[in-house]
């Protein structure tokens, strides 16, 4: 699962392992008439004041935990209810488009909630129990959650669709570049100045002077050379050439004249303006975006795993001594890796024996590239633990490769999905809860 699913949940969940002996003792139990009570109903649903006891007690520990001063009763109740309300409506909507979460999904969410904190399932629920988090409540939040990306994957997730000008005018913007002006040349130029106090005889002469360098450059001869000869300008000693720029960079009168240079096959043309003759050659011309953005050469290391998780039939010891069973095997060179992760991997790269490609800095958990990185060529690392379980990792070769325009476009294209993705769902919840049917009891609030 990924850090969106269950984020409520452990931040819920940390309250509770952090509060545990912070909570007064209730002094009275709550009369059964009263949790049983109903605050809302949802549709063809309703929520009982106990849930939203319950729901609300949670909230306020983890507000708790952050150092957060919780608000006044009434209004954190409040929160709470249109919260609760949501799930119903998204719950009932996941019915009507046959979503279901079976058991073992949700057990085995709890088991990676548990392995994250670095407890047992067991100590998880005890936990819980101290602060009188019914373990039951504490599933089906588990539960909501699961159907709720469900449903939004179906329903929101498939829905966006990322065009390729929004791409391109994505990369154009982090480059600092217009998306009408992204292309950068490399130019020389030749300046043949002007004015008006010139007389004509110069202005002629200036004139056959500036048509006399645009043929010759044109039939071949060296134009730096030219230009030292003949330009005006500041740099004519460099042989005219002024680097890289976009048009919107360049004098008005060079850029009119690289915009015909374009059409030429010579790649060299001449502009008239009020201030003089301006011809330019161009040298050469790239993708101004991919070349700023893609820096220098990125470190890309090719890997393979073996990924054994814990769970209530392999403890944390036994997959230990198994991951280090293994290890012997590869580094005795008794076993190949591949064939290995093929019978052992629980990963979904176990059908590719392990492998996980050319990875980029990034692409995996920080705790699995640590330990990747400090890996030569062919060494096989100690089991290295990450919130999905054990890995053996394998460093099957390095390389220094600058990003591509591919993985550029890729990564450009995951930034404008979850903009995408953030506005979406809060319309998709909003509109849930709109065409919801709600009757909210206030006599049984109070």
């Avoid at 990676?112 to 399932?121: D, F, G, T, Y």
Wanted: net charge negative; hydrophobic share 40%.
């Amino acid at each position: 699962m990924n850090k969106f699913k269950l984020a409520a949940l452990l931040a819920a969940f940390s309250a509770s392992v952090c509060f545990a002996q912070t909570q007064p003792a209730k002094s009275a139990e709550p009369q059964a008439q009263v949790l049983n009570a109903v605050v809302a109903v949802v549709n063809n649903d309703v929520i009982t004041a106990g849930e939203l006891f319950e729901r609300t007690h949670s909230v306020a520990l983890n507000l708790r935990r952050q150092k957060i001063q919780l608000p006044p009763m009434e209004q954190l109740q409040a929160q709470v209810l249109e919260q609760l309300i949501l799930e119903r409506a998204i719950e009932q909507r996941a019915r009507e488009t046959g979503i279901r979460v079976d058991d073992n999904l949700v057990n085995a969410t709890i088991e990676r909630i548990a392995s994250q904190n670095k407890i047992s399932v067991a100590e998880l629920r005890r936990r819980l129990q101290l602060d009188g988090v019914p373990f039951n409540q504490f599933r089906e939040e588990i539960r909501s959650q699961i159907v709720t990306q469900r449903l939004r994957e179906r329903e929101v997730d498939s829905a966006i669709q990322i065009p390729e000008s929004e791409i391109d005018a994505f990369l154009a913007d982090q480059a600092g570049f217009s998306i009408n002006d992204t292309v950068e040349y490399n130019i020389s130029h030749i300046a043949i100045p002007t004015s008006e106090s010139m007389s004509t005889e110069e202005l002629n002469r200036a004139r056959d002077t500036a048509e006399d360098i645009l043929d010759r450059a044109r039939d071949g001869e060296d134009f730096g050379q030219l230009a030292a000869t003949y330009s005006k300008a500041s740099d004519a000693l460099d042989g005219g050439n002024i680097g890289w720029h976009t048009l919107s960079q360049l004098p008005s009168g060079i850029a009119a004249a690289v915009r015909d240079a374009r059409q030429e096959k010579t790649r060299i043309a001449m502009n008239v303006s009020s201030d003089g003759y301006y011809i330019v050659k161009i040298n050469d011309q790239r993708d101004g975006v991919k070349t700023k953005l893609a820096g220098g050469p990125v470190t890309q290391t090719h890997a393979r795993h073996i990924l054994m998780a814990v769970t209530n039939t392999a403890d944390e010891a036994t997959v230990l001594t198994r991951l280090n069973e293994l290890r012997q095997r590869l580094v005795s060179k008794q076993e190949d890796f591949a064939t290995l992760a093929r019978l052992h991997s629980v990963d979904s790269s176990a059908t590719r024996g392990g492998d996980l490609g050319w990875l980029h800095p990034g692409d995996t958990v920080p705790e699995f590239e640590s330990a990747m990185n400090t890996l030569q060529p062919g060494e096989i690392s100690q089991p290295v633990r990450t919130q999905y379980g054990y890995h053996l990792i394998q460093v099957v070769d390095r390389r220094e490769e600058a990003m591509d325009d591919e993985r550029m476009r890729y990564m450009a294209q995951q930034i404008l999905r979850q903009r995408k993705l953030a506005e979406a769902t809060a319309t998709w919840q909003r509109e849930l809860r709109d065409r919801a049917y709600v009757d909210i009891r206030r006599d049984a609030l109070q």
